[in-house]
């Protein structure tokens, strides 16, 4: 290799920091109770509840309980441990805090979850003597204000970065120096690649590969027959090739849905069967987005194209389907009282958006309607939108043409997206 090329290639360098808080919901409650340091905690649920581990501390993990355990298996396992509920708001909070940390030391931060975000620090190479120096003063900067731990990956592309952080864990700083990638990687089981699941783990083992190095050895042709897209995907992904830019979430100003009618409608059990629907796929977009809407507002327009809107300011920003649609209903049959003509379109916003939910001081805090949502959505993901619908959806039966997989096609074409 010429010198040239290699200066190139430093030049086309990115730095790439992948950053993890280390056991997120059961470190919060360490902090919240110290009593608990040290001990085995499942967060999650009670013993005796029904439900899974969301996580456990490293203290729980030695007894072989993880995420996703039901929870009365992580007791059989463990029962000496400290089980607690937990509260997503709370989570929620140091999550907020966490990102307000990493936007300090560069503007292009992706959060890959509530407690896992990827950092460029590539454009903003001016502002710090060196790289590493940076990455492991937000590590510091992180603990020290937040009081978590966390693991800290650097690379040259996301995937490098965020098998560097595995190797961090715990509470580790690993950095994978230019040239040294090969190196880093040969070890590694095929089980560390996401692009290799459990059902590629059994197949790839029958051919004798176990570690990534020996991944190298099979051509991309067998990759690919064996596996199709994701066989592309792996052969990638052993090699460390990873052009993915890291990518910010900017939160969008509004999200809203409206359709107009087929023909002019009155009847408002049909109006309200509409606005109901759109409200669904409103909310399925907020949950997509992770975002909490501060404002809702409803739009009527009318048979003469007369437009109103009418809005409702929600101090505790919302998400669910129920609590949207109340409001939605009560201001659209505010709105339409007075008037006496029929409707050509309805619609629903969301706007004042919020990707974290403060912490409910004056109401108890409940996340039930949440995470129906999203049990919600997994069902509409395995079986199709249609799968599941209010009874004042399903009235549109009568007029639209219904998907199983796309629920009723409306008039308006973006709105079955
Ligand atoms: N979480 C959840 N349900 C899951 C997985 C995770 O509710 N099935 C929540 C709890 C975790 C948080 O998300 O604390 C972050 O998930 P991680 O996978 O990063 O796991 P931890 O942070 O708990 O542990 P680790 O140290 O392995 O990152
Ligand atoms: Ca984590």
Same mark, same amino acid.
């Given at each position: 290799?010429?010198?040239?090329?290699?200066?190139?290639?430093?030049?086309?360098?990115?730095?790439?920091?992948?950053? +993890?808080?280390?056991?997120?919901?059961?470190?919060?409650?360490?902090?919240?109770?110290?009593?608990?340091?040290?001990?085995?905690?499942?967060?999650?649920?009670?013993? %005796?509840?029904?439900?899974?581990?969301?996580?456990?501390?490293?203290?729980?993990?030695?007894?072989?309980?993880?995420?996703?355990?039901?929870?009365?298996?992580?007791?059989?396992?463990?029962?000496?441990?400290?089980?607690?509920?937990?509260?997503?708001?709370?989570?929620?909070?140091?999550?907020?805090?966490?990102?307000?940390?990493?936007?300090?030391?560069?503007?292009?931060?992706?959060?890959?979850?509530?407690? @896992?975000?990827?950092?460029?620090?590539?454009?903003?190479?001016?502002?710090?003597?060196?790289?590493?120096?940076?990455?492991?003063?937000?590590?510091?900067?992180?603990?020290?204000?937040?009081?978590?731990?966390?693991?800290?990956?650097?690379?040259?592309?996301?995937?490098?970065?965020?098998?560097?952080?595995?190797?961090?864990?715990?509470?580790?700083?690993?950095?994978?120096?230019?040239?040294?990638?090969?190196?880093?990687?040969?070890?590694?089981?095929?089980?560390?690649?996401?692009?290799?699941?459990?059902?590629?783990?059994?197949?790839?083992?029958?051919?004798?590969?176990?570690?990534?190095?020996?991944?190298?050895?099979?051509?991309?042709? =067998?990759?690919?027959?064996?596996?199709?897209?994701?066989?592309?995907?792996?052969?990638?992904?052993?090699?460390?090739?990873?052009?993915?830019?890291?990518?910010?979430? =900017? =939160?969008?100003?509004?999200?809203?849905? @409206? =359709?107009?009618?087929?023909?002019?409608?009155? +009847?408002?059990?049909?109006?309200?069967?509409?606005?109901?629907?759109?409200?669904?796929?409103?909310?399925?977009?907020?949950?997509?987005?992770?975002?909490?809407?501060?404002?809702?507002?409803?739009?009527?327009?009318?048979?003469?194209?007369?437009? @109103?809107?009418?809005?409702?300011?929600?101090?505790?920003?919302?998400?669910?389907?129920?609590?949207?649609?109340?409001?939605?209903?009560?201001?659209?049959?505010?709105?339409?009282?007075?008037?006496?003509?029929?409707?050509?379109?309805?619609?629903?916003?969301?706007?004042?958006?919020?990707?974290?939910?403060?912490?409910?001081?004056?109401?108890? %805090?409940?996340?039930?309607?949440?995470?129906?949502?999203?049990?919600?959505?997994?069902?509409?993901?395995?079986?199709?939108?249609?799968?599941?619908?209010?009874?004042?959806?399903?009235?549109?039966?009568?007029? %639209? +043409?219904?998907?199983?997989?796309?629920?009723?096609?409306?008039?308006?074409?973006?709105?079955?997206?």
């Amino acid at each position: 290799m010429t010198n040239g090329s290699e200066a190139e290639r430093s030049m086309n360098r990115r730095y790439i920091v992948h950053i +993890d808080i280390d056991a997120f919901f059961a470190a919060v409650e360490v902090l919240l109770n110290p009593s608990l340091k040290g001990k085995p905690v499942i967060v999650g649920g009670l013993a %005796y509840e029904r439900g899974v581990a969301a996580t456990c501390s490293y203290e729980a993990r030695k007894f072989g309980v993880h995420a996703g355990m039901p929870l009365h298996k992580c007791y059989k396992l463990c029962p000496q441990g400290v089980f607690v509920r937990g509260n997503n708001q709370v989570y929620q909070a140091f999550s907020e805090k966490f990102f307000h940390i990493l936007h300090e030391y560069t503007p292009d931060v992706e959060d890959a979850s509530l407690d @896992e975000a990827y950092l460029d620090l590539t454009r903003c190479r001016p502002l710090y003597r060196s790289f590493s120096e940076a990455a492991r003063q937000v590590k510091r900067r992180v603990e020290k204000e937040t009081g978590l731990k966390v693991s800290v990956g650097v690379g040259a592309n996301k995937i490098l970065a965020k098998l560097a952080t595995k190797r961090a864990k715990p509470a580790g700083f690993f950095e994978i120096e230019p040239g040294r990638e090969e190196e880093f990687l040969k070890g590694l089981g095929i089980e560390d690649l996401p692009g290799i699941g459990p059902k590629a783990q059994v197949v790839l083992r029958l051919l004798n590969i176990h570690k990534i190095g020996d991944l190298w050895g099979l051509p991309r042709a =067998t990759l690919r027959s064996l596996f199709g897209l994701g066989g592309e995907e792996i052969y990638l992904q052993s090699r460390g090739i990873d052009s993915r830019p890291v990518f910010m979430a =900017t =939160t969008p100003k509004s999200v809203s849905r @409206e =359709t107009t009618f087929l023909e002019d409608l009155w +009847d408002r059990r049909l109006l309200l069967a509409h606005l109901a629907y759109l409200c669904d796929r409103l909310t399925l977009g907020l949950r997509q987005e992770r975002l909490y809407a501060h404002v809702i507002e409803v739009k009527a327009r009318y048979s003469d194209f007369a437009t @109103e809107v009418r809005r409702r300011l929600v101090l505790m920003p919302l998400q669910e389907m129920e609590k949207i649609y109340k409001i939605a209903e009560e201001l659209f049959l505010g709105l339409i009282a007075s008037s006496r003509l029929a409707l050509r379109l309805v619609g629903v916003k969301a706007s004042d958006l919020v990707r974290v939910r403060p912490l409910a001081l004056f109401e108890p %805090y409940s996340d039930r309607a949440e995470r129906l949502g999203h049990a919600v959505d997994r069902v509409r993901e395995k079986y199709g939108f249609g799968s599941i619908l209010t009874i004042r959806e399903k009235m549109l039966d009568s007029i %639209y +043409d219904f998907e199983p997989r796309r629920g009723f096609v409306l008039k308006t074409a973006s709105l079955t997206k």
